[in-house]
């Protein structure tokens, strides 16, 4: 009897309640959970008045469908190249894959130098925060908006094309290069400091080889990112390669099946890329 | 004899309030066996990083082969970190660099910043690496890599590093602290040949009593950043292991019966 109560005692203090009229919850209703309610009901809200208000002029929708269907099937059942050649489609393919693999490696060096400081294990706390506060801020700016920033001065073309995505790949790898610094346990660094190494040598013989695997991951990752803008960079900033002649036949031939065709050459591309990081990934027993 | 390292006065402040060394004094001879004791965060591992200056003390002196720690700038203090040679209880060995790499890297110190970076020594160095890795019983492992080691090899390859430096002192923090007791021996007994048979002081900070008792010339025992104890192992008394672990010693005292006991 005596024990019973004293349980009822204790359940009231640790405010287990009994009453099955209030239901527990689980998972609180804290601030963020709140917000994001509330955005979700926004963006249903705002997609429902889209759709209501939406004008399509004269197009009916079910024709518009199908003629899309019809454009589609063209551009990639029936796909040729008619204003170029398949050995000029190739060279034109040579020429983005160039371009970017000259800025990934241009990247690249710059980007482990700057890593080297904008990790906190390696650098002070204040020149970290400083370097990674700028590659956030260029990270956060499109590679796009980049070159056509350095349009500006460069006039459009592969030299804003190649200045605009090595900038962007800086700060990208800054920050990929920078927290893989941040992984190694700083006992390690203790090590050879309390053996008078100095700073370049810990950075060289402890800091970069235990990296090594994941900066060579991330790198190509970051080529593969750049191959896809360079594309986007031969038809919209005019720098040369296979975009180039994508966006000819799209805006100027308006010639669809060679659209078609380029689409396929590049998706042979990027699978051949895929493939090969998957290979260097299993090989260096990396997750990224 | 005289001292190889004197420790005078010293005390260390981490911000305003924690106070983790309290004028600590003691010297130790060369080639000494000297294992520091103490409960969690008496200060140990704070007293063992004064001495090499990875921490720099608040205030005091210490003289290391009659110089002064405290004093020297930069380089003077890289070429002083030589001679001294650093063992932890997570053996920091970089991982994905063979054995031999890592027992090198002791070397660094004594190399240009450029040969050091790319990491080209001469054959002699490569010669003794070999030997002192053969001293220790890792002929077999010289070209693993030490992410495929175990625990006590791993310890070794650390000794190996700090040796190969031909240092006068080693300054060990927790090395068996996370090894089995048959691994522990085999470290323990290798430190204890190294002080005995080259002459190189060692300081080692200890968890266990026993072992420490069972090893040491000397012990220094600390409880709140002060040195409560200091003197051989033989004159200990169950008042003093009780003044170093405060309440906790109730378990050591059995520990240190059976040891005088055998
Ligand atoms: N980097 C640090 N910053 C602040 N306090 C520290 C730091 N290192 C150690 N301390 C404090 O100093 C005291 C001694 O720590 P430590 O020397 O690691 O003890 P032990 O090695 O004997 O366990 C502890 O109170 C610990 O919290
Ligand atoms: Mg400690």
New binding site residues.
């Given amino acids: 009897m005596e024990a019973d109560e004293k349980i009822e005692k204790i359940s009231s203090q640790t405010l287990i309640s009994n009453s099955p009229s209030k239901r527990i919850r689980i998972r609180p209703l804290t601030k963020a959970s709140l917000v994001l309610r509330g955005t979700l009901v926004v963006l249903v809200l705002l997609t429902a008045y889209t759709f209501y208000t939406i004008d399509v002029k004269d197009v009916n929708f079910v024709q518009g469908m199908i003629g899309t269907a019809k454009n589609v099937k063209v551009m990639f059942l029936e796909p040729h190249l008619s204003h170029f050649s398949f050995s000029h489609a190739l060279y034109q393919v040579m020429i983005t894959l160039g371009l970017a693999f000259l800025t990934t490696v241009f990247g690249a060096i710059i980007a482990v130098f700057l890593s080297l400081f904008a990790a906190q294990n390696l650098s002070s706390k204040r020149v970290s925060v400083v370097i990674k506060g700028f590659a956030a801020f260029i990270r956060a700016v499109p590679t796009v908006l980049w070159v056509l920033i350095f349009a500006v001065a460069a006039g459009l073309g592969s030299v804003a094309a190649v200045i605009g995505m090595t900038f962007h790949s800086i700060s990208y790898l800054i920050k990929a290069y920078s927290e893989s610094f941040e992984e190694l346990d700083k006992g390690v660094i203790e090590a050879l400091q309390a053996s008078g190494a100095s700073w370049w040598q810990i950075v060289f013989q402890a800091v970069i080889p235990s990296s090594i695997s994941y900066m060579i991951s991330w790198t190509f990752m970051r080529f593969e990112i750049n191959f896809a803008v360079a594309v986007a960079m031969g038809a919209a900033a005019g720098a040369g390669g296979i975009g180039f002649d994508m966006f000819m036949a799209s805006s100027f031939y308006y010639d669809i099946r060679e659209i078609g065709a380029v689409t396929y050459f590049i998706l042979v591309i990027a699978i051949l890329l895929e493939v090969l990081a998957t290979q260097i990934k299993k090989r260096l027993k990396v997750n990224i | 004899m005289t001292a190889l390292l004197e420790v005078a006065h010293v005390s260390k402040k ?2 305003n309030d ?1 106070k ?1 060394l309290s004028d600590v004094n003691f010297s130790v001879r060369e080639g000494e066996f000297v294992s520091i004791i ?1 409960p ?8 063992l990083r004064c001495i090499n200056r990875m921490i720099d003390a608040s205030s005091g002196e210490i003289n290391f082969d009659n110089v002064n720690i405290l004093s020297l700038n930069k380089r003077e203090l890289k070429k002083t970190r030589t001679k001294i040679g650093m063992i932890f209880q997570h053996y920091n060995l970089v991982n994905r660099l063979t054995v031999i790499e890592n027992t090198l890297h002791g070397r660094l110190g004594f190399k240009t910043t450029f040969a050091g970076m790319l990491g080209i020594y001469t054959e002699e160095e490569k010669q003794q690496a070999i030997k002192i890795l053969n001293v220790l019983g890792l002929n077999e492992q010289i070209f693993k890599r030490s992410d495929q080691l175990s625990g006590g090899q791993k310890q070794r390859v650390g000794i190996a590093r700090a040796l190969i430096q031909n240092p006068r002192m080693l300054l060990c923090d927790e090395p068996i602290a996370s090894l089995d007791p048959s691994s522990s021996k085999v470290i323990m007994d290798h430190l204890k040949n190294i002080s005995v048979k080259m002459g190189i002081t060692v300081l080692v ?1 200890l968890h266990q009593v026993d072992v420490a008792l069972k090893y040491s010339d000397t012990i220094i025992g600390i409880n709140g950043g002060q040195v409560v104890y200091n003197g051989s192992p033989k004159n200990i008394t169950p008042d003093d292991i009780h003044r170093i672990y405060g309440s906790e010693a109730g378990k050591l005292i059995f520990d240190m019966g059976e040891i005088h006991a055998g």
């Fill in positions: 981490f911000g924690t983790a103490g969690s965060g008496a200060g140990k591992s704070t007293l900070n």
